[in-house]
Structures are given as structure tokens and as C-alpha cells.
């Protein structure tokens, strides 16, 4: 349930004005997400534009946002999922607001493979062939692992 209270000041779109910037926007954006004064999917869509330089703890609070508002279904079954995931905006929203880094664990958990694409960065069909070609890859050493497994067996 999605509260009335008006929401906060720095909601607004903010010009780039850096790193610092950056995350206090996001955290401001876990903040409301948790307090329930917006929902994830309208954060996602106003995460603050990437910067030249990678940046993993925004990366990685993006990332835990997306598995959030995608995990709704299990959130309403498991409370404890529920509270886990919570906890995680909790301490990544902590240390952005001050502007540091998102805690390691917390890192570890919400790694992307590759760099994180921002929908404004690339076009999906674009890179829908490399993602082709990575499934293709894994699906190929599976199947040459589980040969050795039936090998290993004989």
C-alpha cells in the first residue's frame, strides 16, 4: 500500500552534480521505497543517470532494487524474505546517504555479471545477440560437465 504523504523535497530531478549527489538520491529513492511512499518500479525509473566512472555500490543498489520489485510474489509469501530484503535497501540506503561505499557482503550478493545497463544506454537489440551467445556458452559447459559427471560414473 502506497502511503498519500507528499514526497520528499530531493525527489525532484536533480542536474548532475557528482558522486556525492548521485548517491544521496538514490538513497533518498531506497528510503522511499522502504517507507513505502513510492513504489520500486517508480524508483527504478528515476534512478539517477550513471556517471562516466563505475560506480559498484550504485550498480549494486540498483540491482538489489530491480530483485525487490521483481520478487513481489515471493515477498507476500515469505515475511522473512521480506524483512531480509528490507534490511539489505536498509544498509545500502545507510551508507549511500553518507556517502559511502555499499557494505561488502552486500556487494557480494547483488554483483552483476557485466556492467549494468541503464535503459537509456544501449538499445536492447543490440545486445540481445551477445546475450545469445553467452547463454549458448553456459548451456555448453553444462552439458560438457554433465557428460564428465556420466564418465566419471562408468
Partial sequence: MISNRPLPPLMQFVPDQGRLARRQRAAQLLE????????????????????????????????ALWHFEA?????????????????????????LKQGQDVPGHILALYRPRGKVRFFQETAPWTVLPLWGK?????????????LHLLEAKR
Avoid at 520500486?40 to 540498483?62: F, G, K, Q, T
Wanted: glycine share 0%; net charge negative; proline share 7%.
Fill in 71 to 95: 520478487d513481489e510474489d515471493k515477498q507476500k509469501s515469505e515475511l522473512f524474505y521480506l524483512d531480509a530484503q528490507l534490511e539489505l535497501l536498509r544498509q545500502m540506503s545507510l551508507a
Fill in 134 to 146: 553467452r547463454a549458448w556458452q553456459e548451456a555448453q559447459a553444462i552439458w560438457q560437465q554433465a
Fill in 32 to 63: 522511499a521505497v522502504i517507507d513505502e511512499q513510492i513504489e520500486p518500479r517508480l524508483a527504478i525509473n528515476r534512478w539517477p543517470e550513471p556517471s562516466s566512472e563505475p560506480d559498484p555500490s550504485m550498480d549494486c543498489a540498483y540491482q
